[in-house]
């Protein structure tokens, strides 16, 4: 079974930096590009950041791009976010997601999210 | 960037009604479009890829057409566990973006 576990969420003033992971297990962690994607509370879904299988192709929103760095250590089964310079906007809840298959598009497979707070 | 415009951004029907919501694509998005649902707490889940191909294990009462910059999600005969949020995303291109979604409630 895929299971895409976040963590790293929490409080945090603006300004300062927070790194997210995301725990996969139950598939070929290093066969599969995968992606972020946040909602703000009460609102819609938003694209943050997506890495290929082997981190040759990285593509980010505009809204976080020169922020936000996502990587991934395909021993560990873990993909990440390194947030910086947080914004009040940042606030949303975190998710990670898996295509059904390499190379498509859609996201098939969703985290329970975590949730970032930045406020002061 | 490609926008998506959802309609209506909310809905209300009634049990068995057959309910339909609009995305529409600032730019072809050459059937790249998948729709999601997500229930109040959960996550999204997949419903349609490719414009108007079920995800598996979605029930057959759900289905996507269009093409072009047109698109829609049909649901006939309308049920109680399918109250929810739907939201539409292009994966056309980067950077994928979302419908704004439409909220759909038992009437």
């Known amino acids: 079974e895929v299971q895409l576990v976040e963590s790293g969420g929490g409080l945090v003033q603006p300004g300062r930096s927070l790194k997210l992971s995301c725990l996969a297990s139950?598939?070929?962690?290093?066969?599969?590009?995968m992606n972020w994607i946040r909602q703000a509370p009460g609102k819609g879904l938003e694209w943050v950041a997506s890495?290929?299988?082997?981190?040759?192709?990285?593509y980010y929103a505009d809204t976080v791009k020169g922020r936000f760095t996502i990587s991934r250590d395909n021993a560990k089964n873990t993909l990440y976010l390194q947030m910086t310079s947080l914004r009040s906007e940042d606030t949303a809840l975190y998710y990670c997601?898996?295509?059904?298959?390499?190379?498509?598009?859609?996201?098939?497979?969703w985290g329970q999210g975590t949730l970032v707070t930045v406020s002061s | 960037d490609i926008q998506m415009t959802q309609s209506p951004a909310s809905l209300s029907a009634s049990l068995g009604e057959t309910v339909t919501i609009e995305c529409r694509a600032s730019?072809?998005?050459?059937?790249?479009l998948a729709w999601y649902q997500q229930k109040p707490g959960k996550s999204p889940q997949l419903l349609i890829y490719?414009?108007?191909s079920l995800h598996t294990g979605v029930p057959s009462r759900f289905s996507g057409s269009g093409s072009g910059t047109q698109y829609s999600l049909k649901i006939n005969s309308l049920q109680s566990e399918d109250v929810a949020s739907y939201f539409c995303?292009?994966?056309?291109?980067?950077?994928?973006?979302f419908g704004a979604g439409t909220k759909l409630e038992l009437k």
């Open positions: 995303q292009q994966y056309y291109d980067y950077p994928y973006t």
């Open positions: 730019e072809d998005i050459y059937n790249g």
């Open positions: 997601a898996r295509p059904a298959y390499n190379n498509y598009r859609w996201f098939a497979y």
């Open positions: 139950g598939f070929t962690f290093s066969n599969y590009g």
């Open positions: 890495i290929s299988s082997s981190s040759s192709y990285i």
């Open positions: 490719n414009a108007n």
